[in-house]
Protein backbone atom coordinates (compact mmCIF):
# COMPACT_ATOMS: atom_id res chain seq x y z
CA UNK A 1 0.00 0.00 0.00
CA UNK A 2 2.98 2.28 1.13
CA UNK A 3 4.44 2.43 -2.78
CA UNK A 4 1.38 1.90 -4.35
CA UNK A 5 -0.97 4.61 -3.11
CA UNK A 6 2.10 7.36 -3.31
CA UNK A 7 2.56 6.33 -6.72
CA UNK A 8 -0.87 6.85 -7.67
CA UNK A 9 -0.70 10.23 -6.00
CA UNK A 10 2.63 11.04 -8.27
CA UNK A 11 1.37 10.21 -11.70
CA UNK A 12 -2.31 11.20 -11.27
CA UNK A 13 -2.25 11.54 -14.77
CA UNK A 14 -1.62 7.83 -16.03
CA UNK A 15 -3.47 6.57 -13.41
CA UNK A 16 -6.77 8.51 -13.91
CA UNK A 17 -6.02 7.29 -17.74
CA UNK A 18 -6.75 3.78 -16.73
CA UNK A 19 -9.34 4.75 -14.05
CA UNK A 20 -11.61 6.12 -17.00
CA UNK A 21 -11.22 3.00 -19.29
CA UNK A 22 -12.12 0.94 -16.19
CA UNK A 23 -14.73 3.12 -15.52
CA UNK A 24 -16.17 3.28 -18.66
CA UNK A 25 -16.42 -0.43 -19.05
CA UNK A 26 -18.02 -0.87 -15.21
CA UNK A 27 -20.51 1.55 -16.83
CA UNK A 28 -20.83 -0.56 -19.69
CA UNK A 29 -21.29 -3.77 -17.29
CA UNK A 30 -23.91 -2.38 -15.33
CA UNK A 31 -25.94 -0.94 -17.99
CA UNK A 32 -26.02 -3.85 -19.74
CA UNK A 33 -27.10 -5.61 -16.42
CA UNK A 34 -29.54 -3.16 -15.96
CA UNK A 35 -30.95 -3.30 -19.90
CA UNK A 36 -31.07 -7.45 -19.22
CA UNK A 37 -32.91 -7.28 -15.64
CA UNK A 38 -35.63 -4.39 -17.04
CA UNK A 39 -35.99 -6.86 -20.38
CA UNK A 40 -36.56 -9.51 -17.89
CA UNK A 41 -38.70 -8.14 -15.87
CA UNK A 42 -40.99 -6.94 -18.44
CA UNK A 43 -41.06 -10.31 -20.03
CA UNK A 44 -41.87 -12.05 -16.75
CA UNK A 45 -42.18 -10.12 -13.89
CA UNK A 46 -45.63 -11.18 -12.91
CA UNK A 47 -44.45 -14.95 -12.74
CA UNK A 48 -41.44 -13.83 -11.05
CA UNK A 49 -43.79 -11.69 -8.07
CA UNK A 50 -45.58 -15.10 -7.54
CA UNK A 51 -44.81 -16.58 -4.10
CA UNK A 52 -44.93 -19.84 -5.52
CA UNK A 53 -42.51 -22.86 -6.09
CA UNK A 54 -43.81 -25.29 -8.32
CA UNK A 55 -46.18 -25.09 -11.52
CA UNK A 56 -48.24 -27.90 -12.96
CA UNK A 57 -48.46 -28.13 -16.87
CA UNK A 58 -50.14 -30.17 -19.23
CA UNK A 59 -48.03 -33.10 -20.50
CA UNK A 60 -46.03 -31.89 -24.00
CA UNK A 61 -46.42 -28.63 -22.89
CA UNK A 62 -42.31 -28.07 -22.98
CA UNK A 63 -42.61 -26.25 -19.45
CA UNK A 64 -44.38 -23.37 -21.56
CA UNK A 65 -47.42 -22.26 -19.64
CA UNK A 66 -48.76 -20.59 -22.86
CA UNK A 67 -49.16 -24.00 -24.45
CA UNK A 68 -50.24 -25.58 -21.76
CA UNK A 69 -53.91 -26.28 -21.03
CA UNK A 70 -55.33 -28.43 -18.64
CA UNK A 71 -58.35 -28.27 -16.20
CA UNK A 72 -58.55 -26.93 -12.57
CA UNK A 73 -60.49 -29.67 -11.22
CA UNK A 74 -56.59 -30.73 -10.37
CA UNK A 75 -56.28 -28.15 -7.23
CA UNK A 76 -58.82 -29.88 -4.93
CA UNK A 77 -56.38 -33.08 -5.49
CA UNK A 78 -53.20 -31.21 -5.90
CA UNK A 79 -53.82 -29.47 -2.57
CA UNK A 80 -54.30 -32.03 -0.01
CA UNK A 81 -51.10 -33.61 -1.28
CA UNK A 82 -47.69 -33.70 1.31
CA UNK A 83 -45.68 -30.57 1.29
CA UNK A 84 -48.66 -28.14 -0.87
CA UNK A 85 -49.00 -25.31 0.99
CA UNK A 86 -51.38 -23.79 -1.61
CA UNK A 87 -52.59 -24.27 -5.08
CA UNK A 88 -54.43 -22.19 -7.55
CA UNK A 89 -55.19 -21.55 -11.16
CA UNK A 90 -54.09 -19.40 -13.10
CA UNK A 91 -55.13 -18.73 -17.11
CA UNK A 92 -53.02 -16.27 -19.53
CA UNK A 93 -53.85 -14.65 -22.61
CA UNK A 94 -52.97 -11.50 -24.98
CA UNK A 95 -54.88 -9.09 -25.51
CA UNK A 96 -55.26 -5.77 -27.14
CA UNK A 97 -57.46 -3.26 -25.53
CA UNK A 98 -59.07 -0.40 -26.77
CA UNK A 99 -58.24 3.21 -25.77
CA UNK A 100 -60.89 6.55 -25.40
CA UNK A 101 -65.20 5.57 -25.70
CA UNK A 102 -66.64 3.70 -28.66
CA UNK A 103 -67.20 6.97 -30.24
CA UNK A 104 -63.09 8.07 -30.93
CA UNK A 105 -62.09 5.03 -33.31
CA UNK A 106 -58.41 6.41 -34.16
CA UNK A 107 -57.53 6.61 -30.39
CA UNK A 108 -55.68 3.67 -30.78
CA UNK A 109 -54.94 0.93 -28.90
CA UNK A 110 -52.85 -0.96 -25.84
CA UNK A 111 -51.53 -4.30 -26.04
CA UNK A 112 -52.31 -6.27 -22.61
CA UNK A 113 -51.30 -9.71 -20.57
CA UNK A 114 -54.59 -10.78 -19.15
CA UNK A 115 -54.01 -13.05 -16.16
CA UNK A 116 -57.35 -14.97 -14.97
CA UNK A 117 -56.74 -15.57 -11.31
CA UNK A 118 -58.71 -16.49 -8.36
CA UNK A 119 -59.91 -13.76 -6.41
CA UNK A 120 -58.07 -12.96 -3.31
CA UNK A 121 -55.73 -16.10 -3.65
CA UNK A 122 -52.22 -15.82 -3.27
CA UNK A 123 -51.34 -15.11 -6.39
CA UNK A 124 -53.16 -11.81 -6.66
CA UNK A 125 -50.84 -8.84 -6.25
CA UNK A 126 -51.28 -6.14 -3.84
CA UNK A 127 -53.08 -3.11 -5.11
CA UNK A 128 -50.71 0.25 -4.58
CA UNK A 129 -54.72 2.23 -5.27
CA UNK A 130 -58.03 1.12 -5.41
CA UNK A 131 -59.31 -2.03 -4.52
CA UNK A 132 -58.27 -6.10 -5.15
CA UNK A 133 -60.84 -8.19 -7.35
CA UNK A 134 -63.64 -9.34 -5.58
CA UNK A 135 -66.22 -12.45 -6.16
CA UNK A 136 -69.19 -10.54 -6.63
CA UNK A 137 -67.37 -8.21 -8.99
CA UNK A 138 -66.93 -10.71 -12.61
CA UNK A 139 -65.94 -7.70 -14.72
CA UNK A 140 -63.64 -6.39 -12.22
CA UNK A 141 -59.89 -6.01 -13.16
CA UNK A 142 -56.50 -4.99 -11.49
CA UNK A 143 -53.96 -3.51 -13.90
CA UNK A 144 -50.14 -1.99 -14.21
CA UNK A 145 -50.15 1.25 -12.92
CA UNK A 146 -48.45 1.57 -16.79
CA UNK A 147 -51.61 1.91 -17.88
CA UNK A 148 -52.21 5.16 -16.23
CA UNK A 149 -49.55 6.76 -18.83
CA UNK A 150 -52.20 5.23 -21.67
CA UNK A 151 -54.64 7.69 -19.83
CA UNK A 152 -56.91 4.98 -17.95
CA UNK A 153 -57.77 5.69 -14.75
CA UNK A 154 -59.51 4.23 -11.64
CA UNK A 155 -63.33 3.04 -12.89
CA UNK A 156 -62.71 3.30 -16.64
CA UNK A 157 -64.11 0.28 -18.76
CA UNK A 158 -61.57 -1.70 -20.58
CA UNK A 159 -62.84 -2.53 -23.89
CA UNK A 160 -61.65 -5.93 -25.80
CA UNK A 161 -60.41 -5.61 -29.67
CA UNK A 162 -62.19 -8.23 -31.37
CA UNK A 163 -64.61 -9.54 -28.16
CA UNK A 164 -67.97 -8.39 -27.01
CA UNK A 165 -66.75 -8.43 -23.39
CA UNK A 166 -65.25 -5.66 -21.26
CA UNK A 167 -63.86 -5.18 -17.82
CA UNK A 168 -63.12 -2.42 -15.14
CA UNK A 169 -60.97 -0.90 -13.64
CA UNK A 170 -60.42 -1.50 -10.15
CA UNK A 171 -57.16 -1.29 -8.73
CA UNK A 172 -53.77 -0.38 -10.29
CA UNK A 173 -50.60 -2.72 -9.72
CA UNK A 174 -47.26 -1.99 -9.61
CA UNK A 175 -44.49 -4.11 -11.64
CA UNK A 176 -46.55 -6.29 -13.28
CA UNK A 177 -45.98 -7.02 -16.59
CA UNK A 178 -45.97 -10.45 -18.90
CA UNK A 179 -44.74 -10.97 -22.46
CA UNK A 180 -43.05 -7.51 -22.58
CA UNK A 181 -46.72 -5.91 -21.89
CA UNK A 182 -48.88 -4.47 -18.68
CA UNK A 183 -50.41 -7.00 -16.83
CA UNK A 184 -54.28 -7.00 -16.82
CA UNK A 185 -55.39 -9.68 -13.64
CA UNK A 186 -58.74 -10.47 -13.97
CA UNK A 187 -61.32 -13.07 -12.04
CA UNK A 188 -60.23 -17.08 -13.69
CA UNK A 189 -64.06 -17.32 -14.78
CA UNK A 190 -63.93 -13.98 -16.55
CA UNK A 191 -60.86 -15.29 -18.19
CA UNK A 192 -62.47 -18.20 -19.03
CA UNK A 193 -65.22 -16.76 -20.93
CA UNK A 194 -63.04 -14.56 -22.98
CA UNK A 195 -60.39 -16.83 -23.95
CA UNK A 196 -62.85 -19.37 -24.12
CA UNK A 197 -65.53 -17.65 -26.24
CA UNK A 198 -64.55 -19.90 -29.61
CA UNK A 199 -66.29 -23.21 -29.79
CA UNK A 200 -64.14 -25.83 -29.13
CA UNK A 201 -61.28 -23.98 -28.56
CA UNK A 202 -61.44 -25.31 -24.72
CA UNK A 203 -60.62 -28.78 -26.39
CA UNK A 204 -64.17 -30.04 -24.25
CA UNK A 205 -61.58 -29.51 -21.31
CA UNK A 206 -63.81 -28.98 -18.20
CA UNK A 207 -63.03 -25.65 -16.08
CA UNK A 208 -59.97 -25.14 -18.39
CA UNK A 209 -56.76 -23.40 -17.20
CA UNK A 210 -53.51 -22.79 -18.32
CA UNK A 211 -51.69 -23.77 -15.28
CA UNK A 212 -51.60 -25.05 -11.45
CA UNK A 213 -49.03 -23.04 -9.42
CA UNK A 214 -47.95 -24.72 -6.24
CA UNK A 215 -46.76 -23.23 -3.23
CA UNK A 216 -44.01 -25.45 -0.93
CA UNK A 217 -40.63 -25.74 -0.93
CA UNK A 218 -40.55 -29.80 -0.98
CA UNK A 219 -43.36 -30.36 -3.43
CA UNK A 220 -42.18 -33.91 -5.52
CA UNK A 221 -42.85 -33.36 -8.93
CA UNK A 222 -43.14 -37.08 -9.76
CA UNK A 223 -45.77 -37.78 -7.27
CA UNK A 224 -48.04 -34.43 -8.74
CA UNK A 225 -47.78 -35.95 -12.34
CA UNK A 226 -48.76 -39.22 -10.80
CA UNK A 227 -51.65 -37.68 -9.33
CA UNK A 228 -53.18 -35.73 -12.19
CA UNK A 229 -52.58 -37.79 -15.24
CA UNK A 230 -51.42 -36.17 -18.33
CA UNK A 231 -49.68 -33.10 -16.24
CA UNK A 232 -46.13 -32.31 -15.79
CA UNK A 233 -45.20 -30.11 -12.52
CA UNK A 234 -41.84 -28.22 -13.13
CA UNK A 235 -40.12 -25.63 -10.91
CA UNK A 236 -41.74 -21.89 -11.45
CA UNK A 237 -37.91 -20.62 -12.41
CA UNK A 238 -38.34 -23.41 -15.13
CA UNK A 239 -41.74 -22.17 -16.41
CA UNK A 240 -40.24 -19.09 -16.37
CA UNK A 241 -37.41 -20.11 -18.98
CA UNK A 242 -39.97 -21.68 -20.63
CA UNK A 243 -41.53 -18.76 -21.63
CA UNK A 244 -41.67 -18.10 -25.47
CA UNK A 245 -38.48 -16.02 -26.30
CA UNK A 246 -37.43 -15.69 -22.87
CA UNK A 247 -34.30 -17.94 -22.56
CA UNK A 248 -33.12 -16.60 -26.61
CA UNK A 249 -33.61 -12.84 -24.69
CA UNK A 250 -31.95 -12.91 -21.14
CA UNK A 251 -29.13 -15.18 -23.41
CA UNK A 252 -28.05 -12.58 -25.58
CA UNK A 253 -27.70 -9.97 -23.01
CA UNK A 254 -26.26 -12.41 -20.54
CA UNK A 255 -24.02 -13.50 -24.04
CA UNK A 256 -22.88 -9.70 -24.23
CA UNK A 257 -21.95 -9.38 -21.04
CA UNK A 258 -19.88 -12.50 -20.85
CA UNK A 259 -17.67 -10.99 -23.38
CA UNK A 260 -18.00 -7.94 -22.06
CA UNK A 261 -16.11 -9.33 -18.82
CA UNK A 262 -13.70 -11.48 -20.75
CA UNK A 263 -12.24 -8.55 -23.18
CA UNK A 264 -11.94 -6.39 -19.75
CA UNK A 265 -9.99 -8.88 -18.45
CA UNK A 266 -7.77 -8.58 -20.94
CA UNK A 267 -7.60 -5.26 -21.19
CA UNK A 268 -6.90 -4.68 -18.00
CA UNK A 269 -4.28 -7.72 -17.29
CA UNK A 270 -2.46 -5.59 -20.62
CA UNK A 271 -2.24 -2.31 -19.23
CA UNK A 272 -1.23 -3.72 -15.53
CA UNK A 273 1.35 -5.97 -17.09
CA UNK A 274 2.60 -3.24 -19.43
CA UNK A 275 2.73 -1.15 -16.20
CA UNK A 276 5.03 -3.42 -14.43
CA UNK A 277 7.09 -3.80 -17.40
CA UNK A 278 7.88 -0.03 -17.32
CA UNK A 279 8.60 -0.55 -13.93
CA UNK A 280 10.82 -3.14 -13.84
CA UNK A 281 13.97 -1.56 -13.29
CA UNK A 282 12.98 0.26 -10.85
CA UNK A 283 11.77 -3.09 -9.23
CA UNK A 284 15.40 -4.27 -9.79
CA UNK A 285 16.22 -1.93 -8.02
CA UNK A 286 14.31 -2.36 -4.84
CA UNK A 287 15.48 -6.18 -5.55
CA UNK A 288 18.81 -5.44 -5.04
CA UNK A 289 18.04 -3.16 -1.64
CA UNK A 290 16.30 -6.20 -0.16
CA UNK A 291 13.20 -6.44 -1.43
CA UNK A 292 11.19 -9.27 -1.12
CA UNK A 293 8.59 -10.37 -4.30
CA UNK A 294 5.64 -10.62 -2.08
CA UNK A 295 6.48 -6.76 -0.82
CA UNK A 296 6.14 -5.76 -4.78
CA UNK A 297 3.82 -8.37 -4.99
CA UNK A 298 1.43 -6.54 -2.69
CA UNK A 299 2.25 -3.41 -4.06
CA UNK A 300 0.93 -4.26 -7.40
CA UNK A 301 -2.05 -6.17 -6.42
CA UNK A 302 -2.93 -3.33 -3.78
CA UNK A 303 -2.87 -0.58 -6.57
CA UNK A 304 -5.04 -2.73 -8.94
CA UNK A 305 -7.57 -2.81 -5.91
CA UNK A 306 -7.67 0.77 -5.43
CA UNK A 307 -7.43 1.68 -8.98
CA UNK A 308 -10.82 -1.40 -9.21
CA UNK A 309 -12.41 0.26 -6.10
CA UNK A 310 -12.65 3.39 -7.11
CA UNK A 311 -13.59 2.81 -10.68
CA UNK A 312 -16.36 0.72 -9.73
CA UNK A 313 -17.45 3.08 -7.38
CA UNK A 314 -17.77 6.15 -9.81
CA UNK A 315 -19.29 3.42 -12.51
CA UNK A 316 -21.76 2.34 -10.23
CA UNK A 317 -22.62 5.93 -9.78
CA UNK A 318 -22.79 7.06 -13.02
CA UNK A 319 -25.06 4.43 -13.80
CA UNK A 320 -27.74 5.43 -11.04
CA UNK A 321 -27.37 8.47 -12.73
CA UNK A 322 -27.96 7.73 -16.20
CA UNK A 323 -31.01 5.39 -15.09
CA UNK A 324 -32.61 8.71 -13.22
CA UNK A 325 -32.64 10.39 -16.68
CA UNK A 326 -33.54 7.42 -19.02
CA UNK A 327 -37.58 7.70 -19.92
CA UNK A 328 -39.77 5.44 -18.20
CA UNK A 329 -40.49 3.46 -21.65
CA UNK A 330 -37.13 2.07 -21.45
CA UNK A 331 -36.68 -1.37 -20.08
CA UNK A 332 -34.07 -0.59 -17.46
CA UNK A 333 -34.28 -1.69 -13.91
CA UNK A 334 -31.03 -1.49 -11.44
CA UNK A 335 -31.01 -4.44 -9.55
CA UNK A 336 -29.14 -3.58 -6.29
CA UNK A 337 -28.23 -7.42 -5.84
CA UNK A 338 -26.92 -7.50 -9.43
CA UNK A 339 -25.30 -4.26 -8.86
CA UNK A 340 -23.33 -5.57 -6.13
CA UNK A 341 -22.47 -8.88 -8.04
CA UNK A 342 -21.11 -7.38 -11.02
CA UNK A 343 -19.05 -5.00 -8.91
CA UNK A 344 -17.43 -7.84 -7.07
CA UNK A 345 -16.79 -10.09 -10.62
CA UNK A 346 -15.58 -7.02 -12.02
CA UNK A 347 -12.94 -6.81 -8.51
CA UNK A 348 -12.04 -10.09 -9.02
CA UNK A 349 -11.46 -9.60 -12.29
CA UNK A 350 -8.94 -7.01 -12.06
CA UNK A 351 -7.27 -8.78 -9.25
CA UNK A 352 -6.74 -12.14 -11.20
CA UNK A 353 -5.46 -9.94 -14.68
CA UNK A 354 -2.86 -8.49 -12.55
CA UNK A 355 -1.60 -11.91 -10.99
CA UNK A 356 0.11 -11.76 -14.80
CA UNK A 357 2.22 -8.78 -13.56
CA UNK A 358 2.92 -10.52 -10.01
CA UNK A 359 4.23 -13.26 -11.94
CA UNK A 360 6.36 -10.72 -13.97
CA UNK A 361 7.29 -9.42 -10.91
CA UNK A 362 8.96 -12.74 -9.67
CA UNK A 363 11.07 -12.93 -12.65
CA UNK A 364 12.69 -9.52 -12.31
CA UNK A 365 16.67 -10.08 -11.87
CA UNK A 366 18.16 -7.75 -9.40
CA UNK A 367 21.32 -8.03 -11.21
CA UNK A 368 19.36 -5.49 -13.64
CA UNK A 369 19.86 -2.67 -11.19
CA UNK A 370 23.73 -2.86 -11.59
CA UNK A 371 22.55 -1.44 -15.17
CA UNK A 372 25.54 -3.45 -16.60
CA UNK A 373 25.28 -7.15 -16.30
CA UNK A 374 28.73 -8.39 -17.54
CA UNK B 1 37.78 -12.25 11.42
CA UNK B 2 34.18 -11.66 13.10
CA UNK B 3 33.02 -8.72 10.93
CA UNK B 4 32.97 -6.94 7.34
CA UNK B 5 33.02 -8.35 4.33
CA UNK B 6 35.70 -11.23 3.67
CA UNK B 7 35.54 -13.29 0.37
CA UNK B 8 38.02 -16.33 0.22
CA UNK B 9 39.06 -18.19 -3.38
CA UNK B 10 35.72 -16.83 -4.90
CA UNK B 11 35.39 -17.94 -8.42
CA UNK B 12 32.17 -17.33 -10.56
CA UNK B 13 31.33 -18.94 -14.42
CA UNK B 14 29.12 -17.93 -16.95
CA UNK B 15 27.72 -20.76 -19.27
CA UNK B 16 27.79 -19.57 -22.91
CA UNK B 17 26.67 -22.16 -25.02
CA UNK B 18 29.44 -25.14 -24.73
CA UNK B 19 32.04 -22.92 -23.44
CA UNK B 20 32.61 -21.61 -19.84
CA UNK B 21 33.71 -17.86 -19.29
CA UNK B 22 35.53 -17.20 -16.10
CA UNK B 23 33.99 -13.80 -14.60
CA UNK B 24 35.47 -14.09 -11.17
CA UNK B 25 38.94 -16.66 -10.94
CA UNK B 26 39.78 -17.13 -7.14
CA UNK B 27 38.98 -13.60 -5.56
CA UNK B 28 40.10 -13.35 -2.42
CA UNK B 29 40.08 -10.04 -0.20
CA UNK B 30 39.32 -9.15 3.25
CA UNK B 31 37.68 -5.31 4.07
CA UNK B 32 37.06 -4.72 7.52
CA UNK B 33 34.66 -1.99 9.12
CA UNK B 34 35.87 1.45 8.86
CA UNK B 35 38.30 0.47 5.35
CA UNK B 36 37.11 2.14 2.18
CA UNK B 37 38.41 0.17 -0.59
CA UNK B 38 38.43 0.70 -4.39
CA UNK B 39 38.06 -1.44 -6.91
CA UNK B 40 39.21 -0.60 -10.94
CA UNK B 41 39.36 -2.31 -13.64
CA UNK B 42 38.39 -2.35 -17.46
CA UNK B 43 34.84 -3.04 -18.47
CA UNK B 44 34.08 -6.98 -18.93
CA UNK B 45 37.11 -7.20 -16.28
CA UNK B 46 34.71 -9.20 -13.77
CA UNK B 47 33.92 -5.49 -11.45
CA UNK B 48 30.29 -6.35 -11.97
CA UNK B 49 30.49 -9.90 -11.06
CA UNK B 50 32.14 -9.14 -7.91
CA UNK B 51 30.47 -6.89 -6.56
CA UNK B 52 27.12 -8.93 -7.86
CA UNK B 53 28.78 -11.86 -5.42
CA UNK B 54 29.77 -9.69 -2.59
CA UNK B 55 26.34 -7.87 -2.40
CA UNK B 56 24.69 -11.56 -1.89
CA UNK B 57 22.95 -10.64 -5.62
CA UNK B 58 24.30 -13.57 -7.23
CA UNK B 59 25.72 -16.65 -5.24
CA UNK B 60 29.81 -17.57 -6.27
CA UNK B 61 30.07 -20.93 -8.33
CA UNK B 62 33.09 -21.59 -5.67
CA UNK B 63 34.55 -20.26 -2.56
CA UNK B 64 33.19 -18.56 0.38
CA UNK B 65 31.29 -14.94 0.99
CA UNK B 66 31.11 -14.49 4.55
CA UNK B 67 29.42 -11.25 5.58
CA UNK B 68 29.85 -10.31 9.54
CA UNK B 69 31.20 -13.73 9.90
CA UNK B 70 28.08 -15.54 8.69
CA UNK B 71 29.00 -17.35 5.26
CA UNK B 72 26.17 -16.34 2.56
CA UNK B 73 27.20 -18.88 -0.16
CA UNK B 74 24.86 -21.39 0.10
CA UNK B 75 21.74 -19.65 1.37
CA UNK B 76 17.95 -19.47 -0.06
CA UNK B 77 17.23 -16.49 -2.68
CA UNK B 78 14.69 -15.85 0.24
CA UNK B 79 17.42 -15.35 2.69
CA UNK B 80 19.45 -13.54 0.12
CA UNK B 81 17.06 -10.75 0.01
CA UNK B 82 17.07 -10.80 4.02
CA UNK B 83 20.44 -10.74 3.56
CA UNK B 84 20.54 -7.48 1.63
CA UNK B 85 17.99 -5.53 3.48
CA UNK B 86 19.78 -6.03 6.65
CA UNK B 87 23.37 -6.23 5.94
CA UNK B 88 24.60 -4.71 2.76
CA UNK B 89 24.02 -0.79 1.92
CA UNK B 90 23.99 -0.26 -2.04
CA UNK B 91 25.00 2.74 -3.91
CA UNK B 92 24.32 2.00 -7.44
CA UNK B 93 25.17 4.08 -10.89
CA UNK B 94 23.01 6.61 -11.29
CA UNK B 95 21.59 6.75 -7.88
CA UNK B 96 18.38 4.36 -9.10
CA UNK B 97 15.71 6.41 -6.74
CA UNK B 98 12.18 5.57 -7.18
CA UNK B 99 10.33 8.10 -8.54
CA UNK B 100 7.23 8.74 -6.98
CA UNK B 101 9.00 8.55 -3.34
CA UNK B 102 10.46 11.88 -1.73
CA UNK B 103 13.67 12.12 -0.35
CA UNK B 104 12.03 11.13 3.07
CA UNK B 105 10.25 8.22 1.76
CA UNK B 106 13.39 6.69 -0.01
CA UNK B 107 14.80 6.24 3.23
CA UNK B 108 12.05 4.77 5.21
CA UNK B 109 10.72 2.23 2.40
CA UNK B 110 13.58 0.39 3.72
CA UNK B 111 12.39 0.30 7.03
CA UNK B 112 9.09 -0.35 5.22
CA UNK B 113 10.38 -3.27 3.60
CA UNK B 114 11.55 -5.20 7.00
CA UNK B 115 8.23 -4.02 8.67
CA UNK B 116 7.10 -1.05 10.08
CA UNK B 117 8.58 2.38 10.15
CA UNK B 118 8.94 3.64 13.21
CA UNK B 119 9.19 7.04 15.18
CA UNK B 120 12.84 6.07 15.64
CA UNK B 121 13.48 4.84 12.25
CA UNK B 122 11.82 8.58 11.09
CA UNK B 123 14.35 10.55 13.02
CA UNK B 124 17.28 8.97 12.18
CA UNK B 125 16.30 9.36 8.43
CA UNK B 126 15.67 13.28 8.86
CA UNK B 127 19.11 13.20 11.14
CA UNK B 128 20.90 11.07 7.99
CA UNK B 129 19.36 13.74 5.31
CA UNK B 130 20.75 16.72 7.74
CA UNK B 131 24.14 14.98 7.97
CA UNK B 132 24.73 14.53 4.34
CA UNK B 133 23.39 18.05 3.49
CA UNK B 134 20.13 17.37 2.45
CA UNK B 135 18.19 19.53 5.02
CA UNK B 136 16.22 21.74 2.81
CA UNK B 137 15.37 18.51 0.72
CA UNK B 138 13.46 15.99 2.55
CA UNK B 139 9.93 16.92 0.74
CA UNK B 140 11.65 16.87 -2.34
CA UNK B 141 11.09 14.15 -5.19
CA UNK B 142 13.99 12.88 -7.55
CA UNK B 143 13.09 14.80 -10.30
CA UNK B 144 13.48 18.20 -8.13
CA UNK B 145 17.19 16.87 -7.35
CA UNK B 146 20.44 17.71 -9.14
CA UNK B 147 22.53 14.54 -9.95
CA UNK B 148 24.48 15.17 -6.25
CA UNK B 149 21.82 15.57 -4.59
CA UNK B 150 20.36 12.15 -5.90
CA UNK B 151 23.20 10.56 -4.74
CA UNK B 152 23.73 11.55 -1.52
CA UNK B 153 20.15 10.26 -1.12
CA UNK B 154 21.54 6.80 -2.48
CA UNK B 155 23.88 7.42 0.18
CA UNK B 156 21.74 7.99 3.21
CA UNK B 157 19.46 4.98 1.67
CA UNK B 158 22.24 2.79 2.06
CA UNK B 159 23.20 3.69 5.58
CA UNK B 160 19.39 3.69 6.68
CA UNK B 161 19.86 0.31 7.89
CA UNK B 162 22.73 0.53 9.16
CA UNK B 163 24.12 -2.10 7.47
CA UNK B 164 27.94 -3.85 8.29
CA UNK B 165 28.81 -3.81 4.32
CA UNK B 166 28.31 -0.92 1.78
CA UNK B 167 29.00 -1.11 -1.71
CA UNK B 168 29.26 1.17 -4.47
CA UNK B 169 28.87 0.60 -7.95
CA UNK B 170 30.23 3.60 -9.88
CA UNK B 171 28.70 6.37 -7.71
CA UNK B 172 30.30 9.26 -9.57
CA UNK B 173 29.34 7.89 -13.33
CA UNK B 174 26.94 10.83 -14.03
CA UNK B 175 28.58 13.44 -12.24
CA UNK B 176 30.99 16.60 -12.61
CA UNK B 177 34.25 16.40 -11.01
CA UNK B 178 33.50 18.92 -8.23
CA UNK B 179 30.16 16.68 -7.62
CA UNK B 180 32.20 13.72 -7.91
CA UNK B 181 34.46 14.69 -5.01
CA UNK B 182 31.81 15.86 -2.63
CA UNK B 183 29.98 12.63 -2.75
CA UNK B 184 32.85 10.34 -2.63
CA UNK B 185 34.03 12.39 0.18
CA UNK B 186 31.04 12.11 2.17
CA UNK B 187 30.99 8.16 1.47
CA UNK B 188 34.44 8.04 2.69
CA UNK B 189 33.03 10.38 5.83
CA UNK B 190 30.51 8.23 6.66
CA UNK B 191 32.37 5.15 6.35
CA UNK B 192 35.07 5.84 8.73
CA UNK B 193 32.42 7.66 10.94
CA UNK B 194 29.93 4.82 11.23
CA UNK B 195 32.65 1.95 10.70
CA UNK B 196 31.38 0.71 7.86
CA UNK B 197 33.24 -1.96 5.60
CA UNK B 198 33.10 -0.88 2.13
CA UNK B 199 34.24 -1.66 -1.52
CA UNK B 200 33.92 0.97 -4.41
CA UNK B 201 33.84 0.01 -7.93
CA UNK B 202 34.60 2.66 -10.12
CA UNK B 203 36.43 3.82 -13.35
CA UNK B 204 37.38 7.28 -12.13
CA UNK B 205 41.01 7.56 -10.67
CA UNK B 206 40.03 10.56 -9.42
CA UNK B 207 38.65 9.51 -6.30
CA UNK B 208 41.31 6.91 -5.51
CA UNK B 209 42.75 9.01 -3.18
CA UNK B 210 39.47 8.73 -0.33
CA UNK B 211 40.26 5.23 -0.41
CA UNK B 212 42.73 3.08 1.83
CA UNK B 213 43.50 0.73 -0.67
CA UNK B 214 42.65 0.01 -3.86
CA UNK B 215 42.48 -3.03 -5.97
CA UNK B 216 42.92 -3.70 -10.05
CA UNK B 217 40.84 -6.10 -11.54
CA UNK B 218 41.67 -7.56 -14.51
CA UNK B 219 40.28 -10.86 -16.48
CA UNK B 220 38.88 -11.99 -13.22
CA UNK B 221 41.69 -11.99 -10.69
CA UNK B 222 41.74 -9.39 -8.42
CA UNK B 223 44.98 -7.74 -7.21
CA UNK B 224 46.26 -5.05 -4.98
CA UNK B 225 46.63 -2.00 -6.85
CA UNK B 226 49.03 -0.10 -4.02
CA UNK B 227 48.01 1.36 -0.76
CA UNK B 228 47.34 4.95 0.87
CA UNK B 229 48.94 6.65 3.20
CA UNK B 230 46.63 6.44 6.32
CA UNK B 231 47.33 10.13 7.98
CA UNK B 232 46.62 11.49 4.60
CA UNK B 233 43.07 10.39 4.31
CA UNK B 234 42.53 11.61 8.36
CA UNK B 235 43.43 15.06 7.19
CA UNK B 236 41.11 14.88 4.82
Known amino acids: MYLAWREIKRNRMKFSLI ?32 KADYVVLEQGSNASVSKSLLSADGIDIVSKMPNVRGASPVGTTMGTVLKGDASDPAAGKVDVAMIGIEAGSFLEPAVIEGSGLSSDRADGAIVNKSMKDEGFKLGDTLRLDGSNETLTIVGFVENETYNHVASVFLPIDKWRTITFAAPGSDKGIRNPVNALILQGSKIDPDAVNAA ?13 MGMPGYKEESGSITMMLAFLLVISAFMLGVFFYVFTLQKSNQFGVLKAIGARNGFLGKAVVSQVMVLSIFSILVGVALTYAVASFLSKAMPFILDTKLVIIYSIILLVIALLSSLASVRSITRIDPLKALGRVE | MAQGLDMHGVSHYYNEGSSRTTALDRVSISVEPGEFIAVIGPSGSGKSTFLSVAGALLQASEGEVKLNGTSISSVSAKELSRIRLHDIGFIMQSSNLVPYLNVEEQLHIIKKMAGKVTKQDKAYAAQLLDELGLGEKHKAYPDELSGGEK ?19 EPTASLDTKRAHEVVSLIAKEVRSRRKAAVMVTHDERMLTYCD ?17 AQELVSR
Open chain 2, 213 to 229: RVYRMADGQLTLDQMQP
Open chain 1, 19 to 50: AVIFILIAWLVFILSGLGNGLQTLAAASFKNM
Open chain 1, 228 to 240: LQGTDTVTLAAAI
Open chain 2, 151 to 169: QRVAIARALMNDPQVILAD
